[in-house]
């Protein structure tokens, strides 16, 4: 447990000294927020009509703030874990340490805690901006805070196996970058992040349906954004069951893979 512990440590330290790292998974959905929020300050609100026929606004920051949410999910778990443990895995980092007495768990409860502690860190932060600096009114409801829980603690469990899974896709690390940040650029467009998920052709949302992140972000605006906007999901409802068992499904999945594919160096090496 102490060898663990000090992994979360040693694995935090190791985040934080790298700029690109930090920018572009812990600071890139805040600073996404505050350019949605600016550009959009002057536009007209969204509005979803409630059953009783009156529009129901909300503004730009809170539109978004949900699907950045999950994006950040995504990015500290999937795209931080890929990238970091391929760069590891290509200079020769992994073999060193299978070369130790080091547990495998251990290495993973290391990658895993730091992602667990950036992302918590990080929401807070996107949170505490969106509410005090963009005038964003976050839910006084405790069953929504119930379900904000049981989304972000599913959220982060999948991103991370599916991060260490994609990992072992680059054959070197300097292609890591190249081979994963694409495809989950991707995912936030599709998904419903930037890009209001009805407005997308139906085969599109077929394709993005079967990913978490379209599941991540429809869960978080299930929590942030008033009920009236389910009528802008497909059925009219957020559908936070389909959406609790898909990403259990990639969980499960993503498990597998990485039992099944991880090694301390590449067998081509």
């Given at each position: ?7 979360i ?89 299978g ?35 963009f005038g ?15 989304i ?61 992140l ?56």
């Amino acid at each position: 447990m102490k060898t663990a512990t000090s992994r979360i440590g040693y694995e935090i330290r190791s985040y934080f000294r790298a700029p690109d790292a930090v920018f572009f998974t812990f600071l890139f959905p805040v600073v996404m927020l505050a350019l949605f929020s600016a550009a959009f300050a002057d536009a007209d609100p969204i509005s979803a009509v409630a059953a009783n026929g009156r529009p129901i606004d909300v503004d730009y920051a809170t539109y978004y703030l949900p699907g950045l949410v999950a994006t950040g999910i995504l990015l500290s778990g999937t795209q931080s874990l890929g990238v970091d443990i391929a760069g590891e895995r290509s200079d020769g980092t992994l073999k060193r340490l299978g070369g130790t007495p080091l547990p495998v768990l251990s290495y993973f409860v290391g990658k895993i805690g730091m992602v667990l502690v950036t992302t918590v860190v990080q929401t807070a932060l996107l949170l505490a901006m969106a509410s005090l600096v963009f005038g964003v009114e976050l839910p006084t409801d405790a069953d929504k805070w119930g379900v904000f829980a049981g989304i972000m603690v599913l959220s982060i469990a999948t991103s991370c196996v599916l991060g260490i899974a994609i990992s072992a896709l680059p054959r070197e690390g300097r292609r890591a970058t190249a081979t994963i940040v694409p495809v989950v650029l991707v995912l936030q467009f599709i998904s419903g992040v930037y890009l209001p998920f009805m407005q997308l052709p139906d085969w599109l949302q077929d394709v993005a349906s079967v990913f978490p992140l379209r599941w991540m972000a429809s869960g978080m605006r299930a929590v942030f954004l008033p009920d009236t906007f389910a009528s802008g999901e497909p059925g009219g409802a957020w559908h936070l069951g389909l959406g609790a068992l898909l990403l259990a499904a990639w969980l499960a999945l993503g498990t597998v893979a990485c039992l099944l594919t991880f090694r301390w160096n590449r067998k081509d090496s």
